[in-house]
């Protein structure tokens, strides 16, 4: 049990107060910096909040693929990108396919924590 | 000067440059007046040097810039004494470029190798090129401005005796490329399935053999100075080498390099027809799409490998700084990017 307010809304309210209050009175040779800090903390923000809900997805979808044959979760994603540079999945459409959507489904899944602002302006989110 | 840092101090390199500018320009007395590190170049230290010169070639008060290497670098990157070399072949060429003066590998001098150009006006920053909607009328003739530019660094062609330090394009081209990034990848200490997927297709779809020319090879937004609507320079040669003209047509229109403004293909400043229309102006080819699209993938591919290395000069080689850790994520976007381009059917609805 953890006391309140919460790290990512600890996070939230620090990121705001540096961008808000500390940055006008920083030098503006320091304000790259300040930003870039500022973006540390929303990625960590939104990976706190995210959890691990994401790759339990995506290892769930990697063991679909797999079937029993995958031995267990770990590895599974080093055993994709194995298996798509070496054109494992050419022989079959549904598992070319049902690769490919991992893909997407990882990908987003990661910008959705690194850059949701980047998802949007491709028309996803 | 202490945060960046040349490696000799600084009385000691304004002293020793001062001398070494009177006897490269002629001069029979130089004083430095400003020596200021300038902002951005994760690869190489950039410094404004003001400089009096009493006579010979360049009398006078001069506005230059120092370009020395950063404390680590990346492996590909060419020597300074080289990167002048190239600056000098473009110059010659006709390209927009900060003329080149001097260069020296005398480690006495500021303790590492350097060379020295003027100095020019004007903004690099993509962010404020791209936003800012002042600009937003001149971009397409800037656009096809620069595509008139990147032809005339192409009429630079293998063999030329002055730049016979450059690889061979035999040992350059998409094959060792692909063979690169392969083995990054197997060092690397994360999967990246998307990157292993396009890397494949490209493997699988090597454009016909063409004969190369030079490429800048980071011809883009932010590699270029604007002064008001002015291009006044074409930045950063550090990765020139012999290539395939679309090679720097693909870099140039990656979605990686569009900033503010994804929906402009040509650099985040205009649509693609202003910017090939300037190349085939000025080099009276034409520009072939599906070589640009090949180029483009392997665009995305090679600048998340790039972001990927700026990361690990956090994670592995210990450098604190925190534009290179934050980098390393940029490669989950050339890899949404990878799947845009290889997949039309897009992403499914419950991704």
Known sequence: MRDLPSGSELLALARDVLLQELMPQLPPEVHLDARLIANSMAIAQREALAGGTPEQGILADLERLYGDASNGRPGLLSRLAHDLRVGAFG??????????????????????????????????S | MAATGLPRSEPAARAA?????AATSGADAVKITGLTPLRGGAIQENWAVDAEFS????????????????PTGVAASLSRLEEFAVLKAAFAAGVTVPEPLWASDDLAIIGKPFFVMRRIEGTAAAHRITRDPTLDPALPAIAERLGGELARIHTIRPPRAGLAFLV????????????????????????????????????????????PVLCHHDF??????????????IL?????????????????CS???????????????????????GYESESRQ????????????????????????????YMIAGERNLDLALTGRRATECELEILMLLDAGGAPHDA
Request: glycine share 8%; net charge positive.
């Open chain 1, 91 to 124: 022989s079959s459409e549904q598992r070319e396919r049902d690769a490919r959507r991992i893909l997407w489904r990882l990908t987003i899944a990661k910008l959705r924590s690194a850059n949701p602002r980047f998802l949007n302006a491709n028309g996803l």
């Open chain 2, 286 to 313: 034409s520009v072939d799409p599906a070589r640009v699209f090949f180029w483009e993938l392997l665009a995305s591919v090679r600048w998340a490998v790039i972001a990927l290395q700026q990361s690990d000069r």
């Open chain 2, 255 to 277: 979605k990686g390099w569009r900033f503010a403004r994804l929906d402009r293909e040509a650099g985040g400043i205009s649509e693609r027809g202003p910017f090939y229309r």
């Open chain 2, 17 to 21: 440059l001062a001398r070494f500018f």
């Open chain 2, 168 to 211: 061979s394009y035999e040992k350059v081209g998409p094959a060792q490329q692909i063979t690169a990034f392969r083995a990054y990848l197997d060092r690397h200490p994360m999967p990246r399935p998307v990157l292993e997927w396009g890397i494949r297709w490209l493997e699988q779809h090597p454009p016909p053999q063409i004969e």
């Open chain 2, 220 to 233: 883009r937004t932010g590699n270029y100075m604007l002064n008001g609507t002015a291009v006044t320079g």
């Open chain 2, 55 to 70: 006579g010979g070639a360049v009398a006078g008060e001069q506005r230059l810039v120092l370009r020395t290497a950063a």
């Open chain 2, 236 to 252: 950063d040669w550090e990765f020139a080498g012999w290539g395939d003209p679309h090679e720097d047509i693909g870099w140039f």
